[in-house]
């Protein structure tokens, strides 16, 4: 039955059912939660070695003594690790403590405040600074660029990546657009993988950008696949140095989802004129990240090999978790109610509803005991224009609670439809 | 002998003795450090359990899994160890990074630019906003605020803290000072303790300021005692709650100085107000801090008896080497060429030479193999106005290090000093 075609009669009937399911749901007493892209118990588990894999040695490669000050810019044997992790060379990265949510921060308000190699801080070069950010998107990105006063400009996200036509465009006629965020693998919250064509258009963005413009490259699941044959990211910063353009990118990523999520290590990647002048501003508020950490993580991943088989392992729990979902919306083919994604990495599955019902759908979730993302979430400021999106986040629970979750999930969606298609006829 | 009451030949005799002093001390080749207030590597061992104490239990008392994203506030078990050793309650701290030196940098950048619990941030009060620096006074802490564009205001240390009187009369006369640096206890680099008065007129200080002033009360090295018998600090924080002057307070301290110089854990304490206030701003720059190391800590520590016994391993290991230092000291005893200070627990001995000769001795030293703190360095940007003051760290070199990197630190004054009173005979 599709719902536009559908009469009122079955419209009625069909909504009487979805009722009585709903408050089947609602007297299971059901505590459900697919609300946060974070990792399992047992997934961190498969790192419960890096306590106590230093047995006593302390030093790293080059005799750093890693329990003492120093080494703002991180520990060698790391730097030379997580440049092969980022595709770039060991002076082309610095190694930080366990976020990359604050590299990105520190990145900001530096260009915000402080300056940048080629360029006076943004806030300097009067005017209201802005940032693109491509919608759906993660929300901690756009709170970062709202507390340091950036006004956002959200631009469409399409299955290959940020409209382009729509970024040139903005980016072309306001020299005050001062970056543009990006989740370019297994983006956060849709799972699409940016596609070649659109990376290389982004490293020739600065080329009609103002001046200190800057592409925030956060690879945060740059490993996270689900599928071995998920598909390839294009290597920005290598166009970018074939366009003169690599000053203009910062590349961050870290082990939060690979190791422990809140104690891994977090890195920032650049050219050594971006670093330099980063390590020049965070050198004031610290003296150096923990390196002892740092260490650990060396000893413990060992090279790109020990990172891709513990992503094998990461993806074994995590596979059957998105297949449980993916099954249960297939309850929702062809019924003209929404749409998803199926991604081949990352954490998130993201579902577009019916326009105006995403915030109501998410409360009759957890009004029968499933929590879900808040609607809007993944746009700025909360405020998702159409409230239509709505993000399933299904590492955490179990198989059976995720199959039974998105059930509830399901029965809300179509539930809400036929309401709202209802109240239209009437 | 004394330089000023010697004849003309004494000191010409004088001279050519200290000259062949020096240049036998240069001839020797030595590589010595005197720079850096860090712990040396048999400090570190003390804590080397640390690393695998958690023997595969990650949970916190409360069931917190301390691998996990979440607890921007710190773990539960790690609040209530350190609200002990910071004399608070656990509402009144939070448990952070490995950098006190961070929670100073973003307190004062989001009073500087976010705003306070009680009034807009100091940036839109209109006018430049000062700090007071008592001089000589720690490096760092003058960075953070000229980073962050705050104008810094030289005030007088005493032998029993701050210059109250000249305190009192600049907050009182310009609201735009926003508030003075302290290290209380073993001062940066004095030693010095502050009084019982100069704490008492500290907390009445914020009655006679601006809108949000605040006290960056630093106390990095309450437990870092040398002798059993050193003085106590009083509590500034009773003494606020007592004048209502509690929400002016913000208290910073770390293990730095207890285990891992690089990979302790730092706290802020302050009032539930301010730890709110603080908290919505930093949340917007990360998730958490590493709970995985704050748990290490806690059970690492156990408790303060854990602390002072730690504390203690450590005075065992600096008392000798603070005693060498004051030993070769003594050598410039009725000189008239300077005095030191003879602190009971910190990590610096303080050296004032003659006005002038500051800059010059820490080259010559340098020129002979002995590495010392830039002069200057305890001063606002590095300008030391009389050129007197040299700060001498002896925790990490090794007792027989410290006695020849001093005996040569002494030859330098006494050359330095005569040289400079015979150019003033001539």
Chains 1, 2 share one sequence.
Not at 129 to 145: I, Q
Not at 197 to 207: G, M, N, Q
Not at 255 to 261: C, G, L, N, R
């Amino acid at each position: 039955m599709q719902l536009h075609q559908s009469s009122v009669a079955e419209l009625q009937q069909w909504e009487s059912e979805l009722a009585r399911e709903y408050a089947a749901h609602q007297a299971a007493n059901l505590n459900l939660d697919l609300t946060r892209g974070k990792p399992s118990a047992e997934q961190l588990s498969l790192s419960d070695a890096l306590d106590g894999i230093l047995g006593g040695n302390f030093k790293d490669e080059d005799g750093n003594d890693v329990r003492n000050y120093g080494t703002l810019e991180g520990i060698v044997s790391a730097r030379r690790l997580f440049a092969q992790f980022m595709q770039v060379q060991p002076d082309e990265i610095i190694v930080a403590g366990n976020s990359s949510l604050t590299l990105m921060y520190q990145t900001q308000e530096f260009a915000m405040y402080q300056g940048l190699p080629e360029c006076e801080a943004w806030s300097k070069q009067g005017g209201p600074v802005k940032f693109l950010a491509p919608v759906p998107g993660y929300d901690r990105h756009f709170g970062v660029s709202q507390h340091l006063g950036i006004e956002l400009v959200p631009v469409a996200m399409n299955d290959n990546g940020p409209d382009m036509d729509q970024v040139e465009a903005l980016v072309a006629a306001d020299p005050m657009i001062k970056g543009i965020w990006c989740v370019p693998r297994f983006s956060n919250p849709t799972g699409i993988v940016y596609s070649d064509s659109v990376v290389e258009r982004l490293a020739r963005l600065p080329k009609i950008a103002g001046k200190g413009f800057r592409i925030f490259w956060d690879n945060a699941y740059a490993y996270h696949i689900l599928d071995e044959d998920a598909p390839e990211l294009a290597d920005i910063f290598a166009l970018a140095k074939q366009f003169g353009t690599a000053d203009n990118i910062y590349m961050f990523g870290s082990t939060s989802k690979i190791t422990f999520a809140g104690a891994g290590v977090a890195f920032l990647a650049a050219t050594p004129a971006n670093l330099k002048e980063f390590l020049k501003h965070v050198g004031w508020s610290q003296i150096n990240p923990d390196k002892v950490n740092q260490l650990r993580h060396v000893r413990f991943l060992k090279n790109m090999d020990g990172v891709r088989a513990l992503m094998k392992q990461h993806a074994a729990l995590l596979k059957p978790r998105f297949d449980a979902v993916l099954q249960q919306l297939s309850g929702l083919n062809n019924l003209g109610m929404a749409s998803w994604t199926e991604p081949r990495g990352g954490y998130f599955i993201s579902v577009d509803v019916l326009p105006g019902l995403a915030k109501q759908i998410v409360k009759m979730a957890a009004d029968a005991g499933v929590k879900l993302t808040p609607a809007g979430a993944t746009w700025p400021a909360g405020n998702d224009p159409q409230d239509r999106n709505i993000r399933l986040a299904p590492s955490v629970p179990t198989v059976p609670e995720i199959v039974k979750a998105t059930e509830v999930f399901v029965t809300c969606v179509k539930l809400a439809s036929v309401r709202q298609e209802l109240a239209k006829r009437s």
